[in-house]
């Protein structure tokens, strides 16, 4: 980023380069930084609520998961695969997010695994799950009630530990969504 020609620089701030150093000088000691910004008042926490989403390290990196997974993907007629990946990115965005982690191909996983995509799933629960994401990647309202609907709890689970319980999570996400989407 460059710099306003009008700051002078602060001789504290000019890069140190150790090798460029005369004989003899040592580089000093970095001062202690603190809160001093507006921006940085650590008394205001992370907003929440129903739109927010879950803040995490790296989140966005979930979508290149979800990308390089794409061939697994079992969609139902009519479903379209961008619709698919953003919730699916969003689930696993918000798993890698509770864990204070960047998403992992694990999270994708999960996200597949309670959405059935993976396959396998009964074929009245991919018709329900297509008209769910029908146009979740332009409706952030609809995508961020899907992500919400799913259980947390169950969420976190490992993913063998999540597959003997996809169908409670399922039918607790079916259930959220009745109420979310009025």
Same mark, same amino acid.
Not at 114 to 120: A, E, I, R
Not at 133 to 146: I, Q, S, T
Not at 178 to 182: D, G, K, T
């Given at each position: 980023m460059s710099?306003? #020609?009008?700051? %002078?620089?602060?001789?504290? +701030?000019? #890069?140190?380069?150790? &090798?460029?150093l005369a004989p003899g000088v040592s580089v000093p000691a970095a001062r202690a930084w603190s809160l001093h910004r507006p921006g940085d008042d650590v008394a205001i926490a992370q907003p929440r609520g129903a739109l927010f989403g879950d803040p995490g390290p790296n989140v966005g990196y979930a979508l290149a998961l979800v990308h390089r997974a794409r061939s697994r993907f079992a969609l139902a007629p009519h479903e379209h695969f961008d619709d698919a990946a953003a919730v699916v990115g969003e689930i696993a965005m918000r798993r890698a997010a509770s864990y204070g982690r960047a998403p992992v191909a694990a999270d994708v996983e999960c996200a597949?695994? %309670? *959405?059935?995509? &993976?396959?396998?799933?009964? #074929?009245?629960? $991919? +018709?329900? =799950?297509?008209? &769910? %994401? *029908?146009? $979740? @990647? @332009?409706?952030? #309202? =609809? =995508?961020?009630?899907? %992500? +919400?609907?799913v259980p947390l709890d169950e969420l976190r689970l490992a993913p063998q530990a999540l597959a003997a319980r996809v169908e409670q999570v399922r039918a607790a996400l079916r259930e959220a969504l009745?109420? $979310? *989407? =009025?």
């Open positions: 710099t306003d #020609p009008y700051v %002078v620089p602060d001789a504290s +701030e000019a #890069p140190r380069q150790a &090798q460029n597949l695994l %309670v *959405l059935g995509y &993976q396959g396998g799933c009964a #074929p009245d629960f $991919a +018709e329900w =799950r297509a008209r &769910q %994401v *029908l146009d $979740a @990647h @332009h409706d952030y #309202p =609809r =995508r961020r009630a899907v %992500v +919400e609907g009745a109420v $979310a *989407l =009025r």
